[in-house]
Structures are given as structure tokens and as C-alpha cells.
């Protein structure tokens, strides 16, 4: 079983569980998921990354000690804590946007990175290397909140669109929130290169993980 751990703190189960739900959904891959506490507004600048680690790494510790679960993924695009877990355990510890960068480094050789901030996730842009493309966003669209407009889906397909005009082969997400809202789904319907979802990269990298188990 995996465990989540979501930087957003939160009391709405619909919030809380909407990344466990969509891995079952796609990968029918088991979950726990927790929330760190004391950070209604999540992971939004360095000062509220610095302040989180630490709770992650103590969320971290509280699922490493339950028998059923024999991996963890920090889910947020920004991986807060992965390489500070990493140096601490040899337990699986997984992130979104590394999984995603890996995902999308075994289906193209041009990944092009879209999402809500000024930059590209540090961990993403280290995970593409030498098959990073570009890194896109729409200005209207910065706050998770905003992905809520109902033209958010059409902008962010112009904005893949604008990448693949330049060569782009493969589309990986930046954002959790674009799982929230399904925009996977919208997008493959009108554009013909892969799309990398976050969410379900969690999922496929943890499935990897499972499978080698068995086979050692």
C-alpha cells in the first residue's frame, strides 16, 4: 500500500483523497493519505517549503512505521523534503514531479513542462536533463483556484498546443491541480503526443516498484 502525503492541509475528505482516488481509478493502486499540518495554503514560496519539511519528514516517519504500506510519495510537484527523506532512509520514498519527469523521459525525447509558477520544479528540470524542452504556463492561470475558470482547460490546451508547434514530443504536468480537474483527459482528446500526469505517474512508478519486488 502506498502512502500520500499532500502538503495542503485540509478537513474536506474530497480534497484530502482526490489524488488515492484518482490512482485507484487508474492503477487500482491501494492508498493511505494524509495532510501535514498548520498550512491551509499549502507549499507556496521558500519560507513555506522550509516550514513543511519538517512536518513531511515527521508524516514520513508516523507511515514508515505502519506494516501495511511499503512505499510513500510526497505528492506535490515540488517533491518538499524528497532528498532530505532520501538521505535519512532506505525506505521507497517517491515524489510527484520525479516520477513525472521519469514517466515522461520513457515516452519522448522532447518534454515539454507546463504548469501555474514563474519556474519549473527544481526536481523536474533535474529529472529531465538532456530531454527537457521548455517549461509553459498561462499568466491567467497561477493559483490552483484559478484552474476552476471554465476556460482554464482551453487555455492550458494552447499553451500545449504553443509547445508542440516547437517540437515538443511528450506534455508533463507541473501541477497536481491539473489531476483535480481532469485535464489529461481534455487534452488527449485533441492533441496526438503523450500527456504526463502527476498523479498517475505516482502510481506507475510505485507499480514499477511492486514489480521488481516480485521479480527479485
Known sequence: ????????????????????????????????????????????????????????????????????????????????????????????????GACGAMAACLVGQQVAVIGITDQIPLTIEKGLEDQFHSYRYDPTLRKTT??????????????????IADGADVILFACTGFSTIRLKDYLVTHIDIPVIDLVEAQATVYELIKRGEEIG
Open 146 to 163: 484559478d484552474l476552476r475558470s471554465p476556460d482554464a482547460k482551453e487555455k492550458l490546451l494552447a499553451v500545449a498546443q504553443d509547445a
Open 1 to 96: 500500500m502506498l502512502g500520500i502525503i499532500r502538503v495542503l492541509t485540509t478537513d474536506d475528505d474530497n480534497v484530502l483523497l482526490e489524488h488515492g482516488k484518482r490512482m485507484w481509478e487508474t492503477h487500482q493502486v491501494k492508498t493511505i493519505t494524509k495532510c501535514i499540518k498548520d498550512q491551509p495554503n499549502g507549499i507556496y514560496d521558500n519560507e513555506s517549503e522550509m516550514i513543511a519539511i519538517p512536518k513531511i519528514i515527521a508524516l514520513a516517519d508516523e507511515f514508515m512505521k505502519r506494516d501495511e504500506i511499503d512505499a510513500i510519495t510526497i505528492s506535490c510537484a515540488a517533491d518538499p523534503g524528497l532528498d532530505e527523506l532520501r538521505s535519512l532512509t532506505d525506505f521507497p520514498i517517491l515524489g510527484a
